[in-house]
């Protein structure tokens, strides 16, 4: 299994629903592509920023999706409610 833990920036003020929206939204447009298993959004119990934990059945179908016109189009819509960029970091489950 493929795993993505994505550290999302601070999210503008007042932008917090529009996010959880858009996160939904793209859960369900996602969970359409082949491999996908999973997508799940993190808020931290302090101070801090929210991440998404992102589960595919593979690299390779991830990177399909990561490529797809539907992903470009959910990052264009994303991108100004944040203050920064999310920062990506992948992983193999090698046991579990």
Known sequence: ???ALIS????KAGKDA??????AATNQ????FE???????????????????V???????FKAMQGSPAHDKA???VMPLFDG???PHFYQVVMG
């Open 8 to 11: 999302f920036p601070p999210i």
């Open 29 to 32: 447009e996602f969970s359409t």
């Open 18 to 23: 529009e996010f959880r929206e858009w996160f």
């Open 85 to 87: 960029n999310p920062t």
């Open 75 to 77: 990052g264009a819509h």
């Open 55 to 61: 589960e595919f059945e593979s690299q390779d179908t």
């Open 1 to 3: 299994m493929f795993v």
């Open 35 to 53: 491999g996908f298993i999973g997508r799940r959004l993190l808020k931290p119990f302090d101070d801090g920023n929210c991440a998404a934990i």
